[in-house]
């Protein structure tokens, strides 16, 4: 059974309406990618599922029950958490305190802690006391997922972790959520970087302005089933 | 020159006073960006609840020992019944809603304690003073009243940089919607901020009437010499608040020291040079 769903799950900034039924499952220990252009509703997507962004009742479940009137602050105490876009560390916090607050909403016990998290970024152990705008754009990365990590998600929602990153950071990037993802965590991807989505991914979605274009297992997608879905063309 | 030591050792102390006036006012407008024009009157409103326990009889320190909680509670009250409701990208529903308090505020009080002038009662504390040698004294209740402004400052800082509400609470002032996504209820950290500046409110209100007389109408003059403490000082620093009291205490009175006339004139002119040379304060916070 899936553990996270969403039916018909539509959602507006304000009078702009930026999905119109999305219909979408997720199984447990799944990483499932969702990929498309610029402005298709991916971000809004995880923002919706979040909290972030208003929905309907009946359109967000997670393992069956409707989580769709619940504020963002209770939903990740469910064990879904957001690794946002650009990162989004707290500015005035050091490296390690934006670890901590991420432990803030933890209602689950699991393998997540301050120990574990340096272990999967060791190099965020030697600057834990730096502030978190000192650091390079990989290791705010790191920091970000590790943050999200501490609230021992069941579900990690992962908002364009390539995004800006050089392509040697976003390998060491990659290899983490490999990591993760043995430990039973579901993942949800959202990428523009189409090859890395797809060489971690067991599914992919492929969203165009505000609805699911494409879905299915990438070896079962053609390079051009992809690029129409993608572009619309 | 020995009447400018004492000038400047009362401004000092006279700082005290100010910095708790600004403390709470730091506080709000640090974590919500809320602005409290009713933070004066408020004040003043804890004098009063202070003046009023102990017209029934309780000595005074007890007295403030029940404003304090009772602020905090007031504070937690109004901010999640009314302010709450209305704080987001708008800054002006909020600065309205705190604009028709301070009016309420003081016609209340206005009503129920009428205009006269009053002050509380510390006893034998009142007068006291304490000899420095060479002929400067100062007073016992400045000083103590020094001490408590620091005293709250180390305390608000434990709070906010030892503790994990504390660092819920600048994570929430960094980015709420990060925050909320990290499992922090924005609105519980918000009362809670607001009964934190009331219970220091009550503190300021307790030295305001131990020190001077007060009366319904002084708390918009309060508020702005809190406001220039706290943009004195820099925004988002405790230290800087205290610091930003302190000049607006010893601008006053030098002020006072060359022309009475001129107290308060000469903080608000140092207000604005501090302004001029400096305008994001002495010790703004290194991100904004």
Known sequence: ?233 | MLGWVDTLLQGVLLGGLYSLYATGLSVIFGIMRLVNLAHGDLIVLAAFLTLALAALGMPIVIALAIVVPLMFAGGYALQSVMLNRVLGRNILPPLLITFGLSIIIQNGLLETFSADTRFLNVGPLQGASLPLGGGIAIGVMPLICLVAAVAVILLLNAVFYRTGVGRAFRATSDDVEIARLMGINDKSIYALTMGIALAVCAVAGFFLGARANFDPSIGPARLLYAFEAVIIGGLGSLWGTLAGGIVVGLAQTIGAHVDPEWQILSGHVAFLIVLVIRPRGLFPRAVD
């Not at chain 1, 199984?27 to 498309?36: H, R, Y």
């Not at chain 1, 991420?102 to 060791?122: C, E, H, K, M, N």
């Not at chain 1, 609230?151 to 990591?179: F, H, K, Q, T």
Request: charged letters at 20%; aromatic letters at 6%.
């Open chain 1, 1 to 233: 059974m899936a553990v996270l769903e969403t039916r018909e799950l539509t959602a507006c900034y304000g009078d702009f309406q930026a999905l119109f039924g999305i219909t979408f499952a997720l199984d447990e220990g799944e990483t499932v990618a969702i990929i498309g252009a610029n402005g298709a509703g991916k971000s809004t997507f995880l923002k919706a599922i979040t909290g972030l962004l208003p929905r309907q009742a009946a359109a967000v479940r997670l393992d069956g029950r409707d989580i769709g009137t619940l504020p963002a602050f209770e939903i990740v105490k469910l064990g879904v958490s957001l690794v946002p876009e650009g990162r989004r560390l707290f500015s005035s916090l050091s490296v390690e305190e934006n670890l901590l607050v991420g432990a803030y909403g933890r209602r689950i016990d699991g393998p997540w802690s301050l120990a574990t998290v340096y272990q999967l970024f060791p190099m965020l152990r030697d600057r834990r006391h730096a502030p978190s705008t000192a650091l390079s754009g990989g290791q705010q990365q790191m920091v970000a997922i590790g943050r999200s990590l501490m609230s021992n998600p069941r579900i990690l929602l992962c908002d364009e972790l390539s995004l800006g990153l050089a392509p040697i950071v976003i390998r060491d990037i990659y290899a983490a959520l490999a990591d993760i993802k043995t430990r039973g965590t579901s993942v949800v991807l959202v990428e523009q970087d189409l090859v890395h989505a797809m060489s971690v991914a067991d599914r992919a979605y492929c969203f165009m302005e505000g609805r699911v274009s494409l879905s299915g297992r990438p070896q079962d997608l053609t390079r051009d089933a992809i690029h129409a879905a993608y572009f619309g063309l």
